[in-house]
């Protein structure tokens, strides 16, 4: 496995910290690990993260519960309240169980500076999807002003890894779906971008996932598509499939409904006398994950 080097992230905050000063009154010191009110924390909208699974919180609260947080959180103080730069999770499972206060370490960050520490200090700690990923390395050009080597340079990362993730963006919002559920990979997507048009590509993300093709298996359907310039609907034996008639919008809503609440892949199909909802789970851990989601123990 490659080793990832990925800039300062949190490890430089807490292990290259200077001695702390003398903090003014009422106000903690640059670099001391400080008591404060869970109240007054506040998320950061720079946060690269949206997806907080809560079988991941719970368990991170249950270890808090025994052996206490023991790693500080890292914010900046704005005015009376204090905004999470790093260890939003920790805050979350620590409200979980009642805490009233928690270990921060106080720093005065620059704005542009926000959305890159929240990125690396992910990275770190635990793997952000690859759509969490690309948006947070978006926002970090945006913010710095800069191309895609500059961001590289920031997060420790190839220049050609970030410009892979940034170009993810370019695909329909459906077929980004699956790539923050995990219902198609990074591989799976990135082929799809050698697809002309949203239509096609959502198409054929429909495919992978039905008939669980392999990242080669969609670079070739690609390739042949792109040359014959034919339509992607197959069957499981790769002939002409009929086109199923386009779902009406509520139906697409309850799928998609479905779907984040599952955390997995929903089709919903409505009939007159009959209908089906089908939901595609990847091996035995995610279908208990699901299983106990649909009984409510989760």
Not at 79 to 91: L, V
Request: net charge positive; hydrophobic share 40%; charged share 35%.
């Amino acid at each position: 496995m490659v080793e990832r080097r990925l800039g300062r992230g949190l490890d430089f905050f807490l292990t290259e910290a200077k001695q702390p000063q003398a903090a003014e009154a009422g106000k903690p010191s640059a670099d001391a690990v400080t008591q404060i009110d869970v109240e007054k924390l506040r998320p950061n909208p720079e946060q690269p993260r949206r997806d907080f699974r809560d079988a991941e919180v719970l368990e991170l609260a249950e270890s808090i519960r025994s052996t206490g947080m023991l790693q500080p959180i890292l914010a900046r103080q704005q005015g009376e309240t204090y905004q999470i730069i790093a260890g939003e999770r920790r805050w979350r499972a620590a409200k979980s169980i009642g805490l009233e206060r928690v270990p921060v370490i106080v720093r005065d960050v620059p704005e542009d500076q926000v959305a890159i520490f929240a990125v690396v200090e992910n990275l770190h700690r635990a793997d952000l999807n690859p759509v969490e990923k690309a948006r947070g390395f978006r926002r970090i050009q945006e913010l710095a002003k800069c191309g895609t080597e500059e961001v590289a340079r920031k997060v420790g990362l190839d220049r050609s890894t970030v410009a892979n993730f940034i170009r993810l963006l370019e695909l329909p919002a459906e077929v980004l779906g699956h790539v923050s559920r995990g219902t198609i990979t990074m591989g799976h997507a990135r082929a799809l971008l050698g697809l002309p048009g949203s239509d096609a590509q959502k198409e054929v993300a429909g495919e992978i996932i039905r008939r669980k093709l392999s990242v080669r298996q969609v670079e070739e359907l690609v390739q042949s598509l792109r040359e014959s310039g034919a339509k992607p609907a197959v069957d499981d034996r790769g002939a002409p499939k009929k086109r199923q008639p386009k779902a009406e919008a509520w139906v697409r809503e309850c799928e998609t409904s479905l779907q984040d609440s599952l955390g997995a892949e929903v089709t919903v199909r409505y009939g007159k006398r009959k209908s089906r909802i089908v939901i595609d789970v990847n091996g035995r851990e995610e279908f208990e994950r699901v299983y106990a989601k649909l009984r409510g123990d989760a």
